[in-house]
Structures are given as C-alpha cells and as structure tokens.
C-alpha cells in the first residue's frame, strides 16, 4: 500500500563571487533550473503525493546535446513506482553517465546530491562535495560522506590517507565510484532533509548549518537563510541549499508505527551531549541573602541622609539672626515732635518817670524721658510688621527653643496655623527679653 506524503520544500541558488554565472542546477518534483535563469533563482512547492524525487548538481547540467542531466531526472520521477531499489538505481546510472562526461570534457570540480521518496521511506545519494543531511527532533546528522572534511584534514597532515577514506565511508557505503549512498530512512512527520552544494558546504560549517535548521522556520525562509549566511562569509563559490520537510505522512503501515532504533539513540546522544554542558543553577538562597543584604544597605545610607539633613536644618533654624525692627523713615512713618508750651511771661509795673529793667525768662526745666521696663516673666504684646514670621518673632523675645516657643506663641493668640498679616498685634507670652 502506498503512503501519500505531504511535502514542502524551497531552493535558492545564487552565483559565487569569484564566478562569472550559476553552473549550478537543481531538480525539485519535476521543476528544474531553466536555461535562461542563471543568478539568484528561488523555487518553492507544495505536493502530497507517494512519490517525491529532489537533486541539488553542481557542474552536471548540459554536458553534451545528447545528455541533459535534467531531462534524464525528469523521466525517472515521471517513472517513479513504491520500488525504491528500481528508482535509486536509475539516479545512480544518471549520475554515473553525468559524472562521466564531465571527466571525459576535464572538468574539476562537479558534484550532486540527491533525495528519493517513496512509499514513506527516503534514501540520499551524493557525489563530490555535495551533502545530505537530516534533522529529526532536535538531532542534526550527516546522511552522506563529507569528502570535504576528510580532505581538509588530511591537507593539514591531521589525518593519514587510510584514516580520510574511513572517513569518508563512515556515513554510507561508496558503492559506484565517485557516489555515497544512505541507509533507508523511515520518513517521520516534521522530518526535515537539506541539500547543498559544494559551495555552501564551504562557506558555513555544520554546527551554524544546524542551528539555522534547528530554527523551525518555513522552507523558504530556511534556505534563503542558508545561502545568505554562505555569501556573507565570503561566498566565492556558486550556493545552492534545497530544503524538503514532511508536513505530514500516511502511516497506515505498521513501520510507521514502530519505534525507530536509530533516531531513538541519536536523541539519547543529543541529549547526553547537553547534559554535559556546563549548567548554571538558580542559587534562590543565595539570591535571597543578597537582596536582603542589598536591601539593608540602601536603608541605612538612606537613614544617614535622612540624619544629616535633619540636623542641618536645625543648625540652618538656629542660626538665623534676629530681624531688626525698622525704623521710622523705614516704613515712611513721621516721629512726631513736641513743641515746648509758651511759658507766660510775667508783666512788671514801673511807675512812670522810672526806668525798668526787663525781667530775666526763666528757662525752661526738661522733663526727664521715661524709658520701658522690660515686662520678663509676664506677657507683652507685639504688632506685626511686613515680612515677619513666628519664628523671626519668637527669636526677638527668647533667647533659645525657638520652636516651643513659636508654639507658645500660637497657642497665647488661639492661631491654628503659622499665618499672620501685618498690623495684627500679637500677645508675647513670658518674653525672655525686650524688643
């Protein structure tokens, strides 16, 4: 019984900058790179079908007039049957006949990777430095051999040439020359599987490729992500990434519903691999008993602000001089000023014929001024001039506890509040000394 598989897949392909075009090719569900689209081309589908075929070529596109890579891929997709042996083994002779051409016309540097669907399981086929990878609940791995890797790390004498080939072979067995096949993979729903050219291959590393994978964006997005990040760090090759996920499976056969061994070990080594990571715990004992000391120590510089600025208020209080009272041409008032009475001057009778003497004026005696006693220990009464304050006024008449006294005084008048007006006379209760 066949199994009808919901498939959403995107590619972009853009030119390297040390190239003059885009060599490279892709085929997705009978869509292919058109002749007449040689930079920056983006393609996405959306197919539900039990058959699915997908390919990512580098150099291999229009080898000879009687060769297209594209043609022979698509008559193998339109012949597709639930045989996945039958299909992979037409992809594998197109790739031969292509891989051949090209080293019959010397050509360098050619590549493919490949992706076969159906009857819900999946196989990748890689050639060059192309690559297939899958990431499946949170596990990101290689689906074909890195010839990449195993070369860098033998040009850097790393590794031997006996350790590149294992290295190259740890994936899948290279059973044609020049292709690396991977086992038969159980497609699961939300399985994602990525296809790259040498190029993007080059230019970011696995571990940056996983964590864009791992974002669980749209195809789209995700390869558009990829090839962007390649050209950003230097990009000189042409870059192609094709991203195919399963949005959903028929899984009516009982494979579907068995456990799969080998997914089941990569997420124990996943995680495995995370609980080795450092961890950093929430100390909330620790975190407490810093806040509380936190806490105290901005109450207590807070309290020692509070102080100084209390006691620099009471030396501010006391220190303020006595107002002194102004004098009459100050508030535009006259003194007035006592004219001596005429004293009557005496008549003198002479008798007449006799010459008289005018009598001495007696000069007059000033009276002594009568100066205010102090009225300490009683009360005195004062009036309010322009400009004062209880306080000003409480310190005319005591000599200290200016504040007591202020409320003496409020008290002595039956005030409720420190308002007072000019002209308003006030009772001095017990004065300590005079105006």
Known sequence: MSNLISINASVVSCT????????????????????????????????????????????LKGQSSSFSINQEMERIYENMEDDMTDTLSKVKGCFQQAINLSSDMQKINYGCSCLIITNGKAVAVSSGENRAFL?????????????????????????????????????????????????????????????ISDGLGASIDDDRIHEIISMGRETWFTSNMLVS???????????????????????????????????LDEVKKEKERIMR???????????????????????????MFLTIFKIWQIKYREDIP?????TPQETGQTT????????????????????????ATPTPTPKPSVQPTPTTGQQTTYTVVEGD???????????????????????????????IIPGQKLIIPNPEKTE
Request: proline letters at 4%.
């Open 16 to 59: 390297g900058r040390l190239n003059t075009y885009n060599d490279d090719s892709f085929f997705i569900n009978g869509r292919y790179k058109f002749e007449y689209e040689l930079d920056n081309i983006q393609v996405s589908i959306e197919n539900e079908d039990d058959a699915h075929l997908f390919a990512v070529f580098d150099g």
């Open 135 to 195: 990431y499946r609940k949170g596990v990101f791995k290689s689906l074909t051999a890195d010839y990449a890797k195993a070369g860098r790390l033998l040009k850097l004498g790393i590794i031997t040439d006996e350790q590149a080939k294992a290295l190259s072979k740890q994936t899948g067995p290279e059973d044609v020359k020049g292709l690396n096949c991977s086992e038969v993979i159980n497609l699961k729903k939300g399985d994602i599987i990525l296809l």
């Open 229 to 263: 990040e390649a050209i950003k760090n230097g990009g000189e090759d042409n870059t192609t990434a094709l991203v195919v996920k399963v949005d959903d499976i028929d899984e009516e056969d009982t494979y579907a519903y068995e456990e799969d061994n080998e997914s």
């Open 277 to 303: 990571r450092p961890k950093y715990r929430f100390n909330k004992q620790k975190a407490l008993s810093t806040l509380i000391s936190v806490t105290t120590i901005l109450v207590i510089i807070a309290g």
């Open 322 to 326: 006595p107002d002194v009272s102004p």
């Open 336 to 359: 007035p000023t006592t004219t001596p009475e005429p004293t009557p001057e005496t008549s003198h009778t002479t008798a007449p014929g006799t010459t008289s003497s005018p009598a």
């Open 389 to 419: 304050t209880l306080f000003r006024i409480a310190s005319k008449f005591y000599n200290s506890r200016l504040m007591e006294k202020v409320e003496d005084i409020k008290k002595a008048n039956n005030l409720t509040n420190d308002t």
